[in-house]
């Protein structure tokens, strides 16, 4: 695979390429940071025009866009010797898609507040302006963190999620107080042995209740479980979701696995785990792309059809929302989180090769 960063060595990268291979592996770099631009710009393009048709999900991939960006904007500004690898019009148009991200997310804010009252009631929070301004520094994993056997079968319905996010935001059935943890969804959330949509949930969660001002519950939590730190937690869950996004990968990427690949690169990307980030992954989701309206189509598959452990079947209390031309709302906003998050690392990457001697 051809690394967009030096994932698992950068010094040794560095010293081991000759000046030649650096100007090259920039150039493509730059052409795939072009495509990338230009791939979440034709996505918001059409989220504008539906943003009236939207749901809280979709706007969660907006809100992120927006956020993602800000941040990465703020690192290019402050540090101007590590925006070297950067041109001027580049920064300049990640600004422009950053104020369009958040744009989208207003115009389609009091219809989803309109249409789905309460959902939006519950978990309104991560679709605010300013939620997904997580800044979480570049990491590898570390080889000693396991990864457990891989077996179909979600275990976490995402009612339960849901209502555990609650928790966090005073919203519940059982109580308005903000950051009141019950022990339940604590071990739901955090429990080992999860697999695909599970272990997106639970990343999801401990990203949610940092950002939201619950950490001190949280890791009150934590200390009284005697489990490994948080940090260690996301580490380890995101882990088993490259482990997860690599055998997708081996399997060619079946249709019905894109969604799931696409939301593991956005949800571990934000937390800094560079090693969901190469050209041969980058290459396939651009691909998957509407070449005419902009957005994800795929295969329509309801929460009703997900496997269960335990064999239930489960009904989900929203689905994915087909929009027009036969576009899916759900696949469409994860490949726009995804995405951004391969900015942010060509990004590194170019920073990286601009302050390398040639």
Same mark, same amino acid.
């Given at each position: 695979?051809?690394?967009?960063?030096? =994932?698992?060595?950068?010094?040794? /990268?560095?010293?081991?390429?000759?000046?030649?291979?650096?100007? +090259?592996?920039?150039?493509?770099?730059?052409?795939?940071?072009?495509?990338? /631009? @230009?791939?979440?710009?034709?996505?918001?393009?059409?989220?504008?025009?539906?943003?009236?048709?939207?749901?809280?999900?979709?706007?969660?991939?907006?809100?992120?866009?927006?956020?993602?960006?800000?941040?990465?904007?703020?690192?290019?500004?402050?540090?101007?010797?590590?925006?070297?690898?950067?041109?001027?019009?580049?920064?300049?148009?990640?600004?422009?898609?950053?104020?369009?991200?958040?744009?989208? +997310? @207003?115009?389609?804010?009091?219809? !989803?507040?309109?249409?789905?009252?309460? %959902?939006?009631?519950?978990?309104?929070?991560?679709?605010?302006?300013?939620?997904?301004?997580?800044? %979480?520094?570049?990491?590898?994993?570390?080889?000693?963190?396991?990864?457990?056997?891989?077996?179909?079968?979600?275990?976490?319905?995402?009612?339960?999620?849901?209502?555990?996010?609650?928790? =966090?935001?005073?919203?519940?059935?059982?109580?308005?107080?903000?950051?009141?943890?019950?022990?339940?969804?604590? @071990?739901?959330?955090?429990?080992?042995?999860? +697999?695909?949509?599970?272990?997106?949930?639970?990343?999801?969660?401990?990203?949610?209740?940092?950002? =939201?001002?619950? %950490?001190?519950?949280?890791?009150?939590?934590?200390?009284?479980?005697?489990?490994?730190? !948080?940090?260690?937690?996301?580490?380890?869950?995101?882990?088993?979701?490259?482990?997860?996004?690599?055998?997708?990968?081996?399997?060619?990427?079946?249709?019905?696995?894109?969604? /799931?690949?696409?939301?593991?690169?956005?949800?571990?990307?934000?937390?800094?785990?560079?090693?969901? =980030?190469?050209?041969?992954?980058?290459?396939?989701?651009?691909?998957?792309? @509407?070449?005419?309206?902009?957005?994800?189509?795929?295969?329509?598959?309801?929460?009703?059809?997900?496997?269960?452990?335990?064999?239930?079947? +489960?009904?989900?209390?929203?689905?994915?929302?087909?929009?027009?031309?036969?576009?899916?709302?759900?696949?469409?906003?994860?490949?726009?989180?995804?995405?951004?998050?391969?900015?942010?690392?060509?990004?590194?990457?170019?920073?990286?090769?601009?302050?390398?001697? !040639?």
């Amino acid at each position: 695979m051809r690394y967009l960063a030096a =994932f698992f060595a950068w010094v040794l /990268l560095v010293s081991a390429v000759s000046s030649a291979s650096l100007v +090259s592996n920039a150039n493509d770099s730059l052409v795939l940071l072009t495509k990338t /631009l @230009d791939a979440i710009e034709f996505a918001l393009n059409f989220f504008h025009q539906e943003h009236q048709n939207l749901n809280l999900d979709a706007v969660i991939g907006t809100r992120m866009i927006e956020g993602q960006f800000k941040v990465l904007l703020q690192h290019l500004k402050s540090h101007p010797s590590k925006g070297t690898g950067v041109s001027a019009p580049t920064i300049s148009r990640i600004e422009r898609l950053q104020k369009v991200a958040g744009l989208v +997310s @207003d115009e389609a804010l009091p219809y !989803i507040a309109t249409f789905t009252p309460r %959902y939006y009631e519950e978990i309104g929070p991560l679709i605010q302006g300013g939620f997904w301004e997580m800044d %979480y520094p570049s990491r590898d994993m570390s080889p000693e963190v396991k990864v457990w056997r891989y077996k179909e079968g979600e275990l976490l319905r995402e009612q339960k999620s849901d209502d555990c996010l609650a928790e =966090f935001f005073g919203t519940g059935k059982k109580s308005k107080e903000q950051c009141k943890i019950s022990d339940e969804c604590w @071990d739901f959330m955090t429990s080992p042995g999860y +697999s695909a949509y599970s272990l997106s949930h639970q990343v999801f969660y401990l990203e949610i209740g940092t950002q =939201f001002g619950c %950490y001190a519950q949280m890791l009150m939590k934590n200390l009284l479980k005697r489990q490994k730190s !948080i940090k260690e937690l996301q580490e380890q869950i995101c882990k088993n979701m490259l482990n997860e996004a690599v055998i997708i990968a081996k399997n060619g990427f079946p249709q019905r696995k894109q969604d /799931l690949f696409m939301e593991q690169a956005a949800l571990c990307g934000i937390l800094g785990y560079r090693e969901f =980030f190469t050209s041969d992954w980058l290459e396939p989701i651009l691909s998957w792309q @509407d070449e005419v309206f902009g957005c994800y189509r795929g295969e329509l598959v309801f929460e009703s059809e997900v496997k269960l452990r335990d064999g239930v079947k +489960s009904r989900r209390k929203r689905e994915e929302r087909p929009l027009s031309h036969g576009c899916l709302c759900h696949r469409t906003t994860v490949a726009l989180a995804a995405l951004g998050q391969y900015v942010r690392f060509i990004i590194e990457y170019l920073q990286l090769m601009a302050a390398t001697p !040639i």
